[in-house]
């Protein structure tokens, strides 16, 4: 059984950094696609980013371009997503997803595997 646990969440200003991380334990790691999504109070959960098992193959949401990074270190069994220039607006719980087969099926939102969530909160 796969396990993904996020962290890495907390409060910043507007402007600042975060780093959240994607810990797995449980399966092949090193196969997985992997990605982020989130979800805020009132919304419904929306695609982040996605990359492939490689990391050779990245996504992001139109939204996020240009200020959020995924990475991976399939050594460390982990996947990070490195939040810069964070706007009030990026505030939400912040999901991980993994998927056996495709960074594609991540993005259409119907992979394998989700986290339990970081909560996210941007002041301005």
């Known amino acids: 059984q796969v396990q993904l646990v996020e962290s890495g969440g907390g409060l910043v200003q507007a402007g600042g950094s975060l780093r959240l991380s994607c810990a797995a334990s449980?399966?092949?790691?090193?196969?997985?696609?992997m990605g982020w999504f989130r979800q805020a109070p009132g919304k419904e959960r929306e695609f982040v980013a996605a990359?492939?098992?490689?990391?050779?193959?990245?996504h992001y949401a139109d939204s996020v371009k240009g200020r959020f990074t995924i990475s991976r270190d399939n050594a460390k069994k982990t996947v990070y997503l490195q939040l810069n220039s964070l706007k009030p607006e990026d505030t939400a719980v912040y999901y991980c997803?993994?998927?056996?087969?495709?960074?594609?099926?991540?993005?259409?939102?119907?992979?394998?595997?989700w986290g339990q969530g970081t909560q996210v909160t941007v002041s301005s």
């Open positions: 997803a993994g998927d056996r087969y495709s960074h594609y099926r991540i993005r259409a939102g119907t992979n394998d595997y």
């Open positions: 990359i492939s098992w490689s990391g050779s193959k990245i």
């Open positions: 449980g399966g092949t790691f090193s196969k997985y696609a």
